[in-house]
């Protein structure tokens, strides 16, 4: 029997649209194309739950990113 094979990608958002597709989400990563978006300063949330840096690196499932304004 032949056996399939299946990939598994992680898809960050941002404002409800998805501006990357990774095989792995690593911090590094994850950083990386905040900057790319011209954010700084963030907060990642998974199917509705907030993450933190112990939850990485992630393989699967949707990631949004959230930027986050300090009060001046």
Known sequence: MTE???T????VI????????????TI???KK????HGIKKFTVSAAGEDLTADDFPLYEGE???RP???AK
């Open 4 to 6: 399939i094979f299946e």
């Open 8 to 11: 598994s990608e992680v898809r």
């Open 14 to 25: 941002l404002n409800g649209e998805t501006i990357a597709e990774v095989e792995e989400l």
């Open 28 to 30: 590094e990563r994850l």
């Open 33 to 36: 194309i905040a900057r790319e």
């Open 63 to 65: 990631v949004i990113i």
């Open 68 to 70: 986050y304004y300090e």
